[in-house]
Structures are given as C-alpha cells and as structure tokens.
C-alpha cells in the first residue's frame, strides 16, 4: 500500500515539475517575442539656419534698342560682346525720310512766316495763322523724332548681348540690338514664404557660381517682391552682386545661401526616421517606460548623417534607430543594446 501511495506522489511532482517548466518556458518565450531595438537618446543641439536656393545670374538692368517707326539700317556699330557706354552711337538708319520731313518743314515755316506779316499789316485772319502755327509745331515735333531714331544710342552702360539685325533690313517690332548692365549684375530667387520674414533689404549673403567651384561672392538682397505666389507658396528677392572684375556673366547658375543665425533643435540619427508609405509624413518611434510611440516629425535640414527636427521630439528622449520594421504604436520592446552592454560586462566578469 505504501509503494503504491509511493508511486503515486511521485507522479503528481513528476506532473507538478512538467506544469512549471511549461509555465517558465511560455514567460521565456513570451519575453523573447517582444521585438529588440536598439535606441539613442537625443538632445537639443545649436543648428546653423542656412538656406539654399538655385537661380539663373541676370543682368542688372536689360535695354532693347529699337525704333518707333519702320526705316532701313545703314549701318551697325557694335557687335555682340562689345561694351558700350552711355550715349554711344550704336545704330544708324536711312535718313532719306528725314531729308523729305526737312524739306517740308522749311515750307511750312516759309507759310508761317507769310501769315504773319499779312497779319501785321491787316491783310490775314489770326485764325489762319494758328491752324499753320499748329501744323508746322506738329511736323517740327514729327522731325525731331525721325532725327532721334536715324542714330540709335545707348541709354546705359553695358555689353551686348544680342543682335537681330544686319545692315540693309528694316527695322520691325523686334529690337535691332539688346543691351545689358553687367555691373553690376543681379539674381533673382524664388524663396519660400517661411522665411518672408527673416529677409531684409540690404542684407548680406553668399552667393556660389557652379563655375567657379567653391568660392564665395558677397551679394546684397536689392529688392524683395510684396506677394506671395499662392501656387509655389514663395516669393521673390533680387540679389546684386558687383561684379567689378566681369567675372560674373549672365546665364551663369547660381546657388544663393541665407545665413539666419542659429537655433536651438532635437537633431536625431537618420535612421531613426521613418517615411510613412503614401505620403510625404515622417514618423520616429520614442522609447519610454518599455514601450514605443509613433512620433509624427517635421524635418528641418540634413547635417550630414543625422536630421534637425522642428519638432515631434523633445530633447533628452530616447528614440529607436534599428528594429522598427516590426514595431506599432505603443508596443512593449526590449532594448538590445542594453543587452548586448549586459552581455559584455558578464562576459568581462567571467
């Protein structure tokens, strides 16, 4: 009877023993399924505010030379290339015309003339010497433009950059010549309406020509456009650069750089941020007390191989850069770097 009792209270701890090992085994593998990440903790960081925008170097200031009326060239002064000064002869046209409008004219004052003396001795109408002072005022008025456009001038100083014509056409709506100011020279940038506010006029800048590599030219902000482009959401700001030298051309491409100080952001490690699929959102996970959020971000610059957040995390947290495939809002993890530290430091021990 004894042995049979025996066997029978060795079998319950043989079941006992198997139940508890099941259990241990269930937690060990309900533990080992949480998915490990490893993390970082973050802090807020002095961030330079830099802005970079890419725009085409114009002309300071741009003169079409053309005529008010149709004529033939004689001739073309300058080619293109050629500087010019202010008040130098570019074009010459036919003065055929203006023979014949000076002819006239001198008819005209000689009946002008005649109206007046018959006038003075009673023998004409104040009328008629009005209606002739008209008509001749008006063909004096009509000379002197002919005379004007039979030699074109510049009105600046600059380089041609265009010539449509050659000696021998007649002149159409399309300029004969087109000019130039190339000191100095001017940018104009399309800037996002976030920093409307940060930009004044006389503000200094960097400026950087793809030709000349990395060196620096100083440019001035000259004038900022009122509006906002509500289909781009930017507006425009003009730059001057001097340009003493003639170094700078127009059509060269420029990158424009603001400097507005610095300030203080989180910056995270770029693997820590997460593109969500279908839109332009980025999410990073912040560990806290076992668990994981799904933090929506808003990235500021890239520096290097880390990002400035403008905001989504606050500084000190601790945010996952490895794992996150497997991880949703709010899940228990653990934490492999903690121990793989762990594992060192038994493995040092031993």
């Given at each position: 009877?004894?042995?049979?009792?025996?066997?029978?209270?060795?079998?319950?701890?043989?079941?006992?023993?198997?139940?508890c090992?099941?259990?241990?085994e269930?937690?060990?593998?309900?533990?080992?399924?949480?998915?490990?990440?490893?993390?970082?903790?973050?802090?807020?960081?002095?961030?330079?505010?830099?802005?970079?925008?890419?725009?085409t170097?114009?002309?300071?200031?741009?003169?079409?030379?053309?005529?008010?009326?149709?004529?033939?060239?004689?001739?073309?002064?300058?080619?293109?290339?050629?500087?010019?000064?202010?008040?130098?002869?570019?074009?010459?046209?036919d003065?055929?015309?203006?023979?014949?409008?000076?002819?006239?004219?001198?008819?005209?004052?000689?009946n002008?003339?005649?109206?007046?003396?018959?006038?003075?001795?009673?023998?004409?109408?104040?009328q008629?010497?009005d209606?002739?002072?008209?008509?001749y005022?008006?063909?004096?008025?009509?000379?002197?433009?002919?005379?004007?456009?039979?030699?074109?001038?510049a009105?600046?100083?600059?380089?041609?950059?265009?010539k449509?014509?050659?000696?021998?056409d007649?002149?159409?709506g399309?300029?004969i010549?087109?000019?130039?100011?190339?000191?100095?020279?001017?940018v104009?940038?399309?800037?996002?309406?976030?920093?409307?506010?940060?930009?004044?006029?006389?503000?200094?800048?960097?400026?950087?020509?793809?030709?000349?590599?990395?060196e620096?030219?100083?440019?001035?902000?000259?004038?900022?456009?009122?509006?906002?482009?509500?289909?781009?959401?930017?507006?425009?700001?003009?730059?001057?650069?001097?340009?003493?030298?003639n170094?700078?051309?127009?059509?060269?491409?420029?990158?424009?750089i603001?400097?507005?100080?610095?300030?203080k952001?989180?910056?995270?490690?770029?693997?820590?941020v997460?593109?969500?699929?279908?839109?332009?959102?980025?999410?990073?996970?912040?560990?806290?007390?076992?668990?994981?959020?799904y933090?929506?971000?808003?990235l500021?610059?890239?520096?290097?191989?880390?990002?400035?957040l403008?905001?989504?995390?606050?500084?000190g947290?601790?945010?996952?850069?490895?794992?996150?495939?497997?991880?949703?809002?709010?899940?228990?993890?653990?934490?492999?770097?903690?121990?793989?530290?762990?594992?060192?430091?038994?493995?040092?021990?031993?």
């Amino acid at each position: 009877m004894n042995s049979i009792k025996q066997i029978l209270s060795m079998a319950c701890a043989s079941l006992l023993l198997v139940s508890c090992s099941g259990k241990e085994e269930t937690a060990t593998k309900q533990v080992d399924e949480k998915p490990l990440v490893k993390i970082q903790k973050v802090y807020e960081q002095e961030v330079p505010q830099m802005a970079e925008y890419t725009a085409t170097v114009e002309g300071f200031k741009t003169n079409n030379i053309s005529t008010s009326t149709p004529n033939r060239i004689k001739r073309i002064l300058v080619d293109v290339g050629s500087p010019v000064r202010a008040g130098q002869a570019l074009v010459i046209l036919d003065d055929v015309n203006i023979e014949q409008q000076k002819i006239r004219l001198a008819n005209q004052k000689v009946n002008l003339d005649r109206a007046k003396e018959l006038l003075a001795i009673g023998g004409g109408t104040q009328q008629t010497v009005d209606q002739l002072q008209a008509e001749y005022d008006a063909a004096m008025r009509a000379y002197n433009n002919a005379k004007e456009n039979t030699v074109l001038t510049a009105p600046m100083s600059g380089v041609v950059t265009a010539k449509n014509n050659d000696p021998g056409d007649y002149t159409s709506g399309s300029p004969i010549l087109v000019i130039e100011q190339m000191q100095p020279v001017k940018v104009i940038v399309s800037v996002n309406e976030s920093d409307f506010p940060r930009i004044k006029k006389g503000q200094k800048l960097n400026v950087k020509l793809d030709v000349y590599g990395d060196e620096i030219f100083t440019g001035t902000v000259h004038l900022i456009h009122p509006t906002i482009d509500p289909a781009t959401r930017t507006f425009q700001v003009e730059v001057t650069l001097p340009n003493s030298d003639n170094r700078v051309r127009s059509g060269m491409f420029a990158r424009v750089i603001f400097d507005f100080g610095a300030k203080k952001n989180v910056v995270v490690p770029d693997m820590a941020v997460i593109k969500q699929t279908g839109s332009g959102n980025r999410y990073v996970y912040v560990y806290k007390d076992g668990k994981v959020s799904y933090n929506k971000v808003e990235l500021g610059q890239r520096l290097g191989n880390s990002y400035e957040l403008l905001s989504g995390v606050p500084s000190g947290s601790d945010v996952v850069i490895s794992g996150q495939s497997r991880l949703n809002d709010g899940m228990e993890v653990g934490i492999a770097n903690e121990q793989a530290k762990a594992t060192a430091n038994t493995d040092s021990v031993k």
